[in-house]
């Protein structure tokens, strides 16, 4: 997870139309989707949350949590369906409310040392059709004050699955160079998750991806403010940043032996 450095954006002041956000890359319009989802409002609830993460809060403030967050976030993930099918038919933007793309606000604390409840941020996984069989990549949304992003991935693979997609990444160095070493996708996005120390077992240190080999995750983010996050360029960005890391979603799928 990134930093909140950004947090200082987070009241969603209007953005400045003579700066593009993408890094000077021309954004694909959507005229007959424009609209907002989030507002400022929505990043009050969630630093609110965060100071306040008990159930007996949570309870009081419900159609807060309901009125600018979840059901924009709902929309937005069913606004996206059309645009993601054009990226990949193989990929679901599900807006069901109960089973569908939108994680739970709510924490698993089984194993964990802390026990607040509630996330303070809110996610959406884009998944492969064929998620239950096999271990798939995904497309991903995350929104929390000063730490917005969008991208994709692998993130935290079972042994066999990172396995997998380091073998490949050995055997098939060409194709995620070109998906992932370019210019244009250094300066959007970057990798999340830790890495090794030293190479993996039975990997040449000398070998060209050495770097790519020694990650335990197989995820990238191209970061935004939360001023875009509350315009009407968020689904038009989102939607650019997927077309990026779509290369890259498309050389792990190969990797586990889906097609893209």
């Not at 309901?66 to 059901?71: A, T």
């Not at 607040?116 to 949304?141: M, N, Q, V």
């Not at 770097?211 to 990238?220: G, I, P, Q, S, V």
Request: hydrophobic fraction near 40%; aromatic fraction near 12%; charge should be positive.
């Amino acid at each position: 997870m990134r930093s909140n450095a950004g947090a200082a954006n987070s009241e969603c002041a209007p953005p400045d139309r003579r700066t593009p956000y993408n890094g000077g890359f021309r954004l694909p319009r959507f005229a007959a989707l424009a609209t907002t989802y989030f507002s400022a409002a929505t990043f009050k609830f969630l630093r609110d949350l965060a100071r306040n993460n008990n159930r007996a809060w949570f309870a009081a403030n419900k159609s807060r949590y309901e009125d600018v967050l979840r059901q924009p976030f709902l929309r937005f993930i069913g606004d996206l369906q059309a645009p993601l099918a054009k990226i990949s038919p193989r990929y679901v933007a599900d807006p069901r409310a109960q089973g569908g793309s939108l994680f739970r606000i709510h924490r698993d604390t089984r194993f964990a040392n802390d026990k607040t409840p509630y996330k303070t941020w809110a996610g959406a996984r884009f998944a492969h059709e064929r998620r239950r069989e096999i271990e798939a990549p995904s497309f991903y949304l995350h929104i929390q004050p000063g730490d917005c992003f969008a991208g994709g991935g692998i993130w935290h693979p079972e042994p066999a699955t990172l396995k997998k997609v380091r073998e490949f990444l050995e055997g098939n160095p060409a194709a995620w160079k070109k998906a992932t070493h370019g210019k244009a996708f250094r300066e959007q996005f970057e990798f999340y998750g830790e890495s090794l120390v030293r190479p993996p077992r039975g990997v040449d240190p000398a070998h060209e991806l050495v770097e790519d080999l020694k990650r335990k995750n197989y995820a990238a983010g191209q970061p935004f403010d939360d001023a875009l996050a509350c315009s009407d360029e968020l689904l038009p960005h989102v939607v650019d940043a997927y077309k990026r890391i779509a290369p890259m979603i498309d050389y792990l799928c190969a990797a586990v032996e889906l097609e893209f």
